[in-house]
């Protein structure tokens, strides 16, 4: 199985922050890439896929680059709704791996 | 706008077959151009691509539990459905239904499985 490796695992913010979340892939998967947002209790949210297409409804300060075996997300200007755990997700090979998450926290 | 809702039993004894379903409303599971997929989420092994059913009754499985696995949809009920089967605690996890060949847009709310005695 293709590994996903996500780093940091907890990432201390505040509101207004320019943020990076980064994601390897342990072989290439090309840019075979999505992101997730997931809030406590609730199921994940697409935010992005094949590395960088932004999903419908999401906005613009999300964006996400990479290709081969490293990704990154980034959250250009940080608002109180973002904070929240994010995860990678390949679908290159299957079976689909995810990454073990980042939890974004207010600082 | 797709909406889907897992239903099933919180609790499956060890050995026993865990049974969920995903009722489908906003689309049809027999549109074709869609997969149907189940993933998993636990403390232990963080999300997990459980397989995924096509409306022609083609299937997918995460090979790791291929062999206690059935994902099958009905389209008259509009909905698709997991058997997993000689479940251990390590099988306990909240359950989500997803629409998506790939990655997946929409999901259900999950539902919590826990196996015990």
């Known amino acids: 199985d293709i590994q996903m490796t996500q780093s940091p695992s907890t990432l201390s913010a505040s509101v207004g922050d320019r943020v990076t979340i980064t994601c390897r892939a342990s072989q290439s998967i090309s840019n075979w890439l999505a992101w997730y947002q997931q809030k406590p209790g609730k199921a994940p949210n697409l935010l992005i896929y094949?590395?960088?297409s932004l999903e419908g409804g999401v906005p613009s300060r999300f964006s996400g680059s990479g290709s081969g075996t490293e990704f990154t997300l980034t959250i250009s200007s940080l608002q109180p709704d973002d904070f929240a755990s994010y995860y990678c997700?390949?679908?290159?090979?299957?079976?689909?791996?995810f990454g073990q998450g980042t939890k974004l926290e207010i600082k | 706008q797709v909406q889907l809702q897992e239903s099933g039993p919180g609790l499956v004894k060890p050995s026993q077959t865990l049974s969920l379903t995903c009722a489908v409303s906003g689309v049809s599971t027999g549109r074709g151009d869609y997969f149907w997929t189940w993933i998993r989420q636990s403390p232990g092994m963080g999300l997990e691509w459980i397989g995924r059913?096509?409306?022609?009754?083609?299937?997918n499985y995460n090979p790791s539990l291929k062999s206690r696995l059935t994902i099958s949809v009905d389209e008259t009920e509009n909905q698709f459905a997991l058997s997993l089967t000689s479940v251990t605690a390590a099988d306990t996890a909240v359950y989500y239904c997803a629409r998506g060949e790939y990655f997946f847009d929409s999901w259900g709310q999950g539902t919590l499985v826990t196996v015990t005695s």
């Open positions: 997700q390949q679908y290159d090979t299957r079976p689909y791996t």
């Open positions: 094949k590395t960088s």
């Open positions: 059913v096509h409306s022609s009754g083609i299937t």
